[in-house]
């Protein structure tokens, strides 16, 4: 297990290299020039003024000595100061992370509590109309744009019915820790977020137990007389839910690219929000910061992701 | 599905003479045969083919149907609730007066071609690229799996929003990139199929009669994953669909005032309060063409590949 996760860890390193190269030059070789843009008409700035900048934010080295500087200063976790806000890009992107963290979260734990027993209920229910239901439902979900549901849902929630606001942490002047109040927020726009990841569970949850109910130790167990509620949550149930694991890895890079939609259909003050904003104003080491967090935040839970398969389905350790 | 109620008996003679004569059904006609009997399928077929042939004749519609050109403003009437009557007011007109009904169709044109295209592109490099890495394995197989997760570790909106935000590329640039970034699962599909392929022995035997191996690649081996790679396309053009939308609804992807359905509904979100049917027909046709895409993939498969019938 030890020599597994080793060289999962191993495998990694040149990944993250490779991630820090793309972030690198998508945003190095653009055709704006930052200087230029946050000079842009202030009449008394000279040629010289501009070259000093240039050569303050190290803008006037090669391109590959540039990337060299970036990531050394990088794994220090020092991506320069935002072009914006003067200050230090990665500690403002940290600030935001808690409030994309709560609706990922939340997010996880509907799609969990809703797309897993809708699988199971489908394949239990083989043929009927629930089955028949649930199964629409894992296409239509797939197929629903989450940002135009998430328009739908305020104006119906929150223009028209006025049950639920449409925006938001939570209410202006309220106490931080006012936990209704929080609930109210995160609840639509964690539904719509969670969207995908419900048809995606109910689907495989389906596929799997039907696989599971149809092998042999499946038909030993009812043979030996146990009842059938014995025979589906014991035995069956926890071969089948294996996949929620594997199904994991995709569903976070799906939750973490789907919250920077979300976010900015709900004004949630999140990572998403953040970098769109950035990527806006040309706001370059944010954009690298907020990128480069995203993508590690994904290379872990990928690891993490095989490691816990590992745990749960030993056959995997030999490949 | 249809199962038949018949008892099972031996054919009679003349029967069995039918069977014989009966000439043989290649895989497409024997597809093509199943999906004629898969109604769902059919029907998202033909809605999918309805809102191509509406968005490519929108020059034709709005001339005659509704008799309103999509940069028509009409100051008197703006927020018009739908209506028959004028006909281009059929699902409302927004905050200038503009009709919603001709922009939707101009808006289709865009983002059905935006999916098709970008489609194209990732289908063609996915294939080429995961063709060869499974088939030279090695080195080069080493150096496609390296990019492919790299790739696949950062999320792909990020990527894009990133380059729309910086690069503000035009409505090709912009589509070829979309592209380029969805290559990936098609070209670890095939390369997967590609890795066991490679050792049976039709390919051993075209590589002892001296077969160059782009030709092996290509003639021998394509043909063998063609049918799912058109599985895999279906559902691609959606996801990609979703996306530009999303991307122009954010005011990244394609611009106004050339319309699509994404950035119909930027403007939409605006008036929202005064006016509900600006947001409702853009995501409804987004959600029935990517619905229909969605259905028509599952269809194929079913269609396509005997093996994976069993499981649904």
């Known amino acids: ?319 | 599905m249809a199962t038949s109620t018949a008892t099972i008996r031996a054919p009679t003679a003349s029967e069995q003479a039918a069977i014989l004569l009966r000439p043989p059904r290649s895989l497409w006609s024997n597809a093509w045969y199943k999906l004629r009997r898969d109604r769902l399928t059919m029907i998202a077929f033909g809605v999918l083919i309805l809102f191509a042939l509406l968005s490519a004749g929108a020059d034709l519609f709005a001339q005659n149907v509704f008799h309103y050109t999509f940069e028509k403003q009409d100051l008197l009437n703006t927020y018009q609730k739908p209506t028959l009557d004028p006909p281009a007011f059929l699902l409302g007109s927004d905050e200038i007066g503009r009709s919603q009904v001709v922009r939707l169709l101009y808006g289709g044109r865009v983002s059905l071609a935006v999916g098709f295209v970008a489609a194209l592109v990732n289908l063609t490099v996915g294939v080429t690229v995961g063709l060869t890495a499974g088939y030279l394995r090695g080195r080069v197989d080493d150096v496609f799996t390296w990019f492919v997760t790299t790739l696949n570790s950062i999320p792909t909106i990020f990527l894009l929003l990133i380059f729309a935000a910086i690069w503000e590329p035009g409505p090709v640039t912009l589509t070829v990139v979309i592209g380029l970034l969805f290559w990936t699962g098609i070209s670890l599909f095939c390369r997967g199929q590609t890795f066991a392929l490679r050792e049976r022995e039709f390919v051993v035997a075209a590589k002892t009669i001296g077969a160059r191996d782009a030709r092996i690649m290509f003639k021998h081996i394509l043909p063998n994953i063609l049918p799912l790679i058109f599985v895999l396309a279906a559902i691609d053009i959606g996801a990609i669909i979703l996306t530009e939308s999303a991307l122009s609804y954010l005011g990244l992807g394609i611009l106004p005032p050339t319309p699509s359905w994404g950035n119909l509904l930027t403007n939409a979100t605006t008036y929202f309060v005064r006016a509900w049917w600006l947001v409702l027909s853009p995501g409804v046709m987004i959600f029935l063409t990517v619905l229909c895409l969605y259905l028509i993939g599952d269809g194929l498969r079913d269609a396509l590949d005997p093996r994976l019938k069993a499981e649904t």
């Open chain 1, 1 to 319: 297990m030890r020599n597994f996760i080793l060289r999962r860890l191993v495998y990694a390193i040149p990944t993250l290299i490779g991630i820090s190269i793309i972030t690198f030059v998508i945003v190095r070789m653009s055709p704006g020039d930052p200087i230029r843009l946050f000079t842009f008409g202030q009449r008394d700035i000279t040629g010289e003024d501009i070259a000093r900048l240039r050569h303050a934010y190290g803008l006037d080295k090669p391109i590959p000595l540039q990337y060299v500087d970036w990531l050394i200063a990088m794994l220090q976790l020092n991506f320069g100061q935002s072009f914006i806000y003067h200050q230090d890009a990665f500690q403002l992107l940290l600030t935001r992370v808690p409030a994309t963290l709560q609706l990922a979260v939340v997010a996880l734990g509907i799609q969990l509590l809703i797309g897993v027993p809708l699988g199971v209920i489908a394949a239990l229910k083989r043929g009927t109309w629930a089955d028949g239901v649930i199964r629409v439902f894992g296409v239509v979900g797939h197929a629903v744009p989450a940002f135009w549901l998430g328009l739908v849902l305020i104006i119906v929630f929150a223009v028209q019915l006025r049950w639920l606001p449409s925006q938001g942490l939570l209410t202006v002047g309220k106490d931080v820790w006012d936990l209704p109040d929080r609930l109210r927020h995160i609840l639509l726009p964690a539904f719509v977020l969670s969207l995908t990841g419900i048809a995606n569970y109910s689907r495989i949850l389906r596929t799997e137990t039907l696989d599971v109910l149809s092998q042999d130790f499946v038909r030993t167990a009812h043979a030996k007389g146990l009842h059938e509620r014995t025979v589906v949550f014991v035995h069956a149930l926890r071969n089948a839910l294996i996949p929620v694991v594997t199904a994991l890895g995709g569903i976070l890079a799906a939750l973490v690219g789907g919250a920077l939609v979300v976010e900015q259909v709900f004004s949630w003050p999140g990572v998403g929000q953040f970098t769109f904003q950035a990527a806006i104003a040309k706001d370059y080491p944010i954009v690298q910061a907020a990128t480069m967090f995203v993508s590690v935040l994904l290379v872990v839970s990928y690891l993490l992701r095989d490691i816990a398969y590992a745990i749960v389905d030993p056959r995997i350790k030999a490949g």
